[in-house]
């Protein structure tokens, strides 16, 4: 491997003056469970490296008017022992736990899995179906966008070359709602999502579904966002009727490839079964007030 440029900045605004006066590629260190191995096998050759652990701001949860800041590099296995935030949003940290094996996960974090930009990164359904929020810093300042609006197709992100993702934030829960994260692997653990799918929703004292967002992963070059299968579920207690309808958008908005790990009718097909799976776990977390 040829020579880099190193730094290790203490502050965001150092971070991106670094970047923004970089000659070359660069790259962004956190956890390093993606870049260092793309840096081994010579997939990726950066003439800037810039390591991100020293920086306070993106590490650990705190909570805001009932929301939750997650700081972008904050290790997986840290969000998986923060006990209100499992409450909260279990759906959420089922999938931030299923990131590679239990060491692993010591490392990675949920801006590095959302800004390697994997088509089939188990967080970012989740994030999306949550309606979090990517909290954005570079050269001209701070900015907020969905989760969805971050990845761009395979290995690209639409953050500009000096930009870097901060924190992410997701917002205040509803009384009565709940979600939840399903995948399928090849493996019983540590592989790569064949197809997963998150659903988010609320319901009245009734069960009935008030609200829903339904999110798909491995799908498509990116994770989607499928409004038509969450307005399939409002007004439903999510009787089976409700379910096919919701099914039928979402593999209506599958674009998968075929690959070794799963054909295109195959991932559309189990993309509506783990859709409606999801969303039976989400509606008796909501309505039960507690993980299901």
Same mark, same amino acid.
């Given at each position: 491997m040829s020579e880099q440029d190193y730094v290790e900045p203490a502050t965001v605004g150092a971070a991106v003056a670094a970047l923004a006066a970089a000659r070359g590629s660069t790259r962004l260190l956190a956890?390093?469970?993606?870049?260092?191995?793309?840096l081994r096998s010579g997939r990726v050759r950066p003439d800037l490296i810039v390591n991100l652990r020293r920086i306070p701001e993106l590490a650990g949860v705190r909570s805001e008017d009932g929301a939750f800041v #997650?700081?972008?590099?904050?290790? $997986?296995a840290v969000l998986g022992?923060?006990? =209100?935030?499992?409450? =909260?949003?279990?759906?959420?940290?089922?999938?931030?736990? /299923? #990131?590679?094996?239990k060491q692993v996960q010591g490392r990675a974090s949920l801006g590095g899995n959302? $800004? &390697? !930009?994997?088509? %089939? %990164? *188990?967080?970012?359904?989740? /994030?999306?179906?949550?309606?979090?929020?990517?909290l954005i810093d570079g050269p001209a300042g701070r900015r907020e966008c969905p989760i969805e609006a971050v990845p761009a197709g395979p290995g690209r992100t639409t953050l500009a070359p000096a930009e870097i993702l901060v924190a992410i934030r997701l917002p205040a829960r509803p009384a009565r709602s709940g979600d939840a994260y399903l995948r399928l692997i090849p493996r019983t653990e540590m592989d790569i999502a064949v197809?997963?799918?998150?659903? &988010? /929703?609320?319901? *009245?004292? =009734?069960?009935?579904?008030?609200?829903?967002?339904?999110? /798909? !992963?491995?799908v498509a070059p990116t994770a989607l966002r499928v409004d038509a299968a969450g307005a399939a579920l409002v007004g439903s207690t999510l009787d089976a009727a409700a379910i096919?309808?919701?099914?039928?958008?979402?593999? =209506?908005? $599958?674009?998968? #490839?075929?690959?070794?790990?799963?054909?295109?009718a195959y991932r559309t097909q189990v993309a509506g079964v783990l859709a409606g799976r999801a969303a039976r776990i989400a509606h008796q977390r909501a309505t039960q007030g507690g993980q299901a």
């Open positions: 956890g390093g469970t993606d870049v260092l191995v793309q #997650i700081g972008a590099a904050t290790p $997986c022992e923060h006990a =209100a935030l499992a409450r =909260a949003w279990p759906g959420v940290i089922e999938a931030a736990t /299923l #990131i590679g094996s959302l $800004c &390697n !930009g994997s088509p %089939a %990164a *188990d967080s970012v359904p989740a /994030l999306i179906a949550a309606g979090a929020v990517a197809v997963g799918a998150a659903v &988010n /929703l609320t319901v *009245d004292a =009734a069960g009935v579904v008030t609200a829903a967002r339904v999110a /798909l !992963g491995a096919e309808r919701m099914q039928a958008a979402v593999r =209506a908005a $599958c674009r998968p #490839i075929d690959d070794k790990r799963g054909t295109i």
